[in-house]
């Protein structure tokens, strides 16, 4: 009897859908019915799948994408998650998707480096940003007009040598719905930078002012002021208890507690788990994989629970940049970035 | 480009999957794939397709399905709801399956009338109950040993003509997952009481006391005590919000907001619509279709917002038997039975 978890829709136009992410425990890679989609506009029809490199540059020039399988490729394992993932957990809480755990997914990403590629062009002294162009565009709610997806990195970022334009996922092609031909992958930043359906890369010494730059994808720290905004980059350290579900009964004995932890600034050191409320920590076994610098790492703990009651667990993770989860999410006017330390409720019968 | 939702999974072992309800509007039949999945137990392995029908009865006998189908047959569109249908949204939260809107479906079931098969046994006089038994089977967590789900109805309920033994779904046999080859449809209750893969009937003249009856599928008004403690039957009236979604974000102009209504006792007379906090209701339209007895009725509603800024929407629906839903949810220790008006939040920008 085949049983299989399935995407769980947040809109279908555009298409939203979250991964079952509770249901995919110890997985390393996500196959791609199992990829969260998030899409700000309807998906694009391709003409052209030549990506096109200008602007601040000495030499610019198109390349096609069997061009762009001829240069040396590197293979990455990264995760991707959405800004807004975990969104519906905010008090007071924020419109858009309600994205509860599941906007993060993990895959391998072939693909070439952007820096390699710049290097063909001849970036100018003056160059401050990268631009990335998506072939998706539309709407949007707040303004008239038609906008690309549109996206850029600093040129340091955007230079690092593992922001790649990718072409396979897991080893086949780009499925369509996460960028196919070209996409970029930016590992440690949220996945807003990500650029699916990637068709330009324009070198500029201006700042970038596209509204998914200066308008979505900033933190506004407050509900009716601009005051203090900063712009959404790094991912922030996190971790999640994939199983015991919330609010599942369980007999008494030991309860095997499951989950991953990511950060987008080092690696995780640590993982500790509470089940007295947070006045005391234990930590977790963390299945460490040295070679990978950016994938989430798989941690576990076996709880020996002999009183029947209602219990509340508690994960934090610690990274090493030094950050670790607050206890109380970091509110901002769009939702993004919550990281807060996760409660689970189990009752022991 | 292909864009559908999904069932969302609660659990893989055993199964339970909800509808994805919110984006399913004006259908009044739903798929096999759409249809939400709810066990107690893994998938049962058929060994026999026969159905047993013995107890307090003068001639008990077997039958087998083709049998079953040369007798004369109905069909009905029936909605089945799960009693913990929106169980998530209690407070103080319930443990258990965490059912948000979508436990709740419909679709076309063709059967024989329980009343035509049991004509042919001639149940006796002393009968009081009758008792089904499905094929799916398992263990409990709060008692040992091995159980098969087992219901029963009383006598009157049992023998009412359109309490049926149901061997098609949409005008072709059972899926599997939802019963194959029989099971049982009553119509106005909880779908607890329509057992799948049914196997045996039983005539009885005790009150029957298995666990699915006596103490899963029983309204506990108190947190530690059972006092005042009654078996969930009849469907409550109820509506649904489907469109706009929860913390949706729209521009001012008419919205358009639509969804359905259900009730176990007569028929929906009137869906009203507040977006004042319910300090005013307006009524909606609603799409009867008078020749079916059970379906749920479509409604709709056009809200002409014109001001900026962040509104709630509530839905209540009242039923021939005079009925009507709750502001509060009547809370109980199992989370049946859930139909407080609902509230979706929009933003107008």
Redesign the interface.
Known sequence: ?K???????????P?N?ET?I??LLRESVFPARYFFRRNHF??PELESSDLFIHGQVQRPFSISVSQLKMMPSKKLLVPLECAGNQR?KFTP????E?WKDGAISQAVWTGVSLRELLSLAYIQSNAKEVIFIGADFGKR??MDGLFYYARSLPLEKALHPDTIIAYEYNGTPLP?KHGFPLRLIVPQWYAMASVKWLKQIIVTDQPFTGPFQTIDYVYYPYKYSDEDKKPVTTINVNSLIQSP???????AGTLLIEGIAWTGSGRIKKVEISVDDGKTWEKAVLMLCEQERYAWIHWHFAWNVREKG?YTILVKATDSSGRTQPSVPIWNRKGYGYNAIQNV???I?
């Open positions: 009897m049983l299989r978890p399935y995407l769980t829709t947040r809109s279908l136009m298409e859908q079952p509770h249901f309807p998906f519906a809480p924020i419109f858009g309600q709610q707040d369509f579900l919330d609010y599942s009964t369980h007999r209602e409720h189990v009752k019968e």
